[in-house]
């Protein structure tokens, strides 16, 4: 079994972000980026499912600038048999989840694969459709927020994390599945992993050629940091703290 | 044209048989001035949502399958509703989160995810980096498909006097199936959805004490539970629980948040809660900037001692 596995390369979550100057998109420049941590989660499980003998092959795919060549050697390292890089035509910098999850479709079919892992959001832009997305395009089903993982066969038990508990699943294969953090915790890449990685080919995927229509749908006007909360006063007792929910901020009866 | 709003099945109704984030989403859907009707899948109680104001019609699909619904089988059965409707909304909830995006895919239009503010037919504002900025993004005209944080808008009243059509859904597709779904916090509510939200910090020291300092309070408000990593990574509350950037992102009336320093990566979380409660020893925790209310105490006295002084059930 082929797996794909797509990953985001994303500002690093301990950066603290900022609007440009012109207000029309996020800060980026100087900016220290990696693997969205979900993607992480999804390469891990890829990994291991290799690891167990259930997959013969770990594809891992980004769409992006030449930076994302470095994650895709990043996810060589830890596991991962054969990288692609979808170099993102001029104009099309910034795809939204629909265009991804249309190149993705393009990838998954010319290889075959028969799963495809996600992160089941990027820390970025916090959508969290791209997996959905994707399924609907190759009309295969899909789970999101996987957080726990059994293939028995052409069949996938699986656990996802919902509203106030757990769903537990049947997926039919082939089939698309986002993971979430509680799915694994995935290995750190080891230094001699990571020289070795350096030395491996990433495959080019010419996302032009697909001739697919990838405007964006979605236009990103402005973007700002969130109005700071009014401060706030400090309560001297739990009698005073009773009374202002009560009178002041009528949140209790 | 009209606007849909999708009902999640189960999402703890209240006395009324109508979900809180039901009420909200409709009040969401009238910002485009068109009549709103609603679906309701499964069992859920179609003459109960009747009575939300504003509202036009129930559709209701009650087929077996749409009980423990999966995003193949949703999506399939908004797809043959779609031509009706300019706008299809819903909170921002798991089965929107799962379905809404496959939808979109179907009709090859964008989607948006969590909009915190309606600002034109087609333009909204969102969250991105856990809420750490705003992002006003527009969509293309057509149809427009979102998911709303619930909690930005009014609950509509419950006054209203709606017609209940009932529809015919497409065939279960089948490939995938919900065998089992286990509830975590028991009967308290969801921590995403709640109206009021108490979280723990590692100062609690112990899961013993975590809860049993905490459960009382949540009792007494109605409240979900909610830590921080950190307390979760000790082990204090399981992960489910995680309120921040890697876990839940909240937005309740009241936030007590007890013993919690107030990581950057926690508060990203909660800087949308309407009023936040911060009890703490340390009178210099960064939480207690961000604070509404700020109560400077130990909290193995304040908390059973805000117990005893909170009305009997609010």
Known sequence: ?253 | MSTLVIVEPGSHPSASGVARVTRQAVTAAQHWGQPVDLLVLGHTDAAAHTHIAGVRRVLRADAPHLAQPVAEDVAALLDGLADDYAVILSAHTSLARNALPRLAARRDVGMLSEAVALLGPTTYQRPIYAGNLLATVENTPGLQILTVRASRFAEAALDGQAEVQAIVAPAADGRARVTARQSAGGERPELGLARVVVSGGRSLGSAGQFNAVLSPLADQLGAALGATRAAVDAGYAPNEWQVGQTGTVVAPELYIAVGISGAIQHTAGIKDSRVIVAINQDPDAPIMQLADYALVADIFEAVPELVRQLPAKV
């Open chain 1, 1 to 253: 079994m082929k797996i794909i596995v797509s990953i985001k390369r994303v500002v690093d979550h301990n950066v603290q972000v900022r609007p440009s100057s012109d207000h029309s998109a996020v800060e980026l420049a100087g900016a220290r980026m990696s693997i969205n941590p979900f993607d992480e989660n999804a390469l891990e499980e890829a990994v291991r499912l290799k690891e167990r003998g259930i997959a013969s092959e770990v594809i891992v795919v980004s769409f992006g600038d030449s930076g994302v060549q470095e994650s895709l050697r990043q996810a060589l390292a830890l596991g991962a048999t054969r990288a692609i890089w979808g170099q993102l035509p001029a104009g099309l910098e910034q795809p939204d989840q629909l265009a991804v999850a249309k190149l993705l479709r393009e990838v998954v079919q010319a290889e075959q694969a028969s799963l495809v892992l996600l992160g089941k959001q990027a820390i970025d832009e916090d959508a969290g459709q791209t997996a959905q997305m994707l399924a609907a395009l190759l009309d295969w089903p899909q789970a999101t927020a996987v957080s726990a993982l059994e293939i028995e066969g052409e069949k996938l038990k699986l656990q996802r994390e919902v509203e106030g508990g757990t769903e537990s699943l049947e997926v039919q294969l082939p089939a698309v599945l986002s993971a979430d953090l509680r799915l694994n915790a995935p290995r750190f890449a080891k230094l001699p992993d990571l020289m070795k990685a350096k030395r491996l080919p990433i495959e080019p995927f010419d996302c032009a050629a697909a001739g697919l229509a990838l405007g964006p749908r979605l236009r990103t006007l402005r973007v700002e940091s969130p109005a700071p909360r009014a401060g706030g006063i400090v309560v001297s007792s739990v009698a005073e703290l009773v009374e202002k929910l009560r009178h002041e901020a009528q949140v209790i009866a």
